[in-house]
């Protein structure tokens, strides 16, 4: 059985055109590249133009630098930034007859691009005096701050040495502190406080002693001698008891050291209750 030839992609007739109309057809699509025909060296239409004036090629090597420039993003330093229009860009008179290698061998060289700007633009000397001025200014600082120096010095120097002294004085009147408090230490609240309530105890055991004293003793040595006799006989058989002048010497002895034992044990009671006047 024959197979039929397959069929080819007939172009598709372009939709709303009218045949009677005068305005010819739009083309139809380009066929397919792979013809062995169109293999061949490409069509370069540079080949068929027509020569190019200096000043046109001048004018095509400015374009293309300042193109790089833009793709750069970057602004030679010492050359200012132009945001004008291309017409208003600065070219030296110098580069007009220079060689596409030459522009760009001056184009990436930095110090070529400063010495252009400073020697041929128009704002170089303006900007030259704003630098001068400037560096002028920096320069009179410097020599301010220098000036200056000397007097900072000396200061930190007297700074230091009074810091040095301070912190001698400081340590001596630790020590001399540390010695007040010592020698008033004694003098203190709680050391009152202690001495007091020490001396309520004292006044208390002396009235005890006077007692057992006054208590344990038998009368034999009286100073005057006199005695008392008993209802049993003579002087000598009964017990005597002592004379009124030794019992009136007890009773005024006694009396005063409890009144200072009960002195003493009201200023403590008043000052465990702060009532003392200045230690609250």
Do not use: C
């Not at 109309?21 to 540079?46: D, F, L, V």
């Not at 596409?100 to 128009?122: C, E, G, K, T």
Request: glycine share 8%; proline share 9%.
């Amino acid at each position: 059985m024959a197979t039929s030839p397959p069929y080819q992609n007939i172009p598709p007739v372009p939709p709303y055109y009218d045949p009677t109309s005068s305005i010819p057809p739009p083309p139809p699509p380009k066929p397919n590249s792979n013809n062995a025909s169109r293999s061949g060296t490409p069509y370069n239409p540079s080949q068929f133009a027509p020569p190019i004036s200096p000043q046109q090629q001048l004018q095509q090597q400015q374009h293309q630098q300042h193109q790089q420039q833009q793709q750069i993003g970057q602004v030679p330093v010492g050359l200012p930034q132009n945001t004008g229009a291309p017409a208003e860009l600065f070219i030296p008179a110098v580069l007009q007859d220079k060689s596409r290698d030459d522009l760009l061998h001056i184009l990436h060289s930095q110090h070529l691009l400063d010495a252009l700007y400073l020697a041929h633009h128009p704002s170089s000397p303006q900007n030259l005096t704003s630098l001068t001025t400037s560096l002028s200014s920096n320069a009179a600082y410097a020599k301010r701050l220098q000036s200056l120096n000397a007097a900072v010095d000396h200061q930190r120097a007297t700074t230091s040495s009074s810091l040095l002294k301070t912190r001698q004085l400081e340590r001596s009147w630790r020590e001399k502190e540390n010695e007040m408090d010592v020698a008033l230490n004694r003098f203190s609240a709680r050391a009152l406080h202690a001495r007091l309530g020490q001396a309520v105890g004292e006044a208390d055991a002396v009235s005890r002693a006077l007692e057992e004293s006054f208590l344990e003793d038998d009368g034999l040595g009286d100073a005057d001698g006199e005695y008392i006799g008993g209802a049993g006989g003579g002087g000598g058989g009964g017990s005597g008891v002592k004379a009124s002048k030794d019992v009136d010497n007890f009773v005024k002895s006694y009396r005063g050291v409890r009144a200072l034992y009960h002195l003493r044990k009201e200023r403590k009671e008043r000052w465990d209750e702060n009532r003392v006047g200045g230690w609250r």
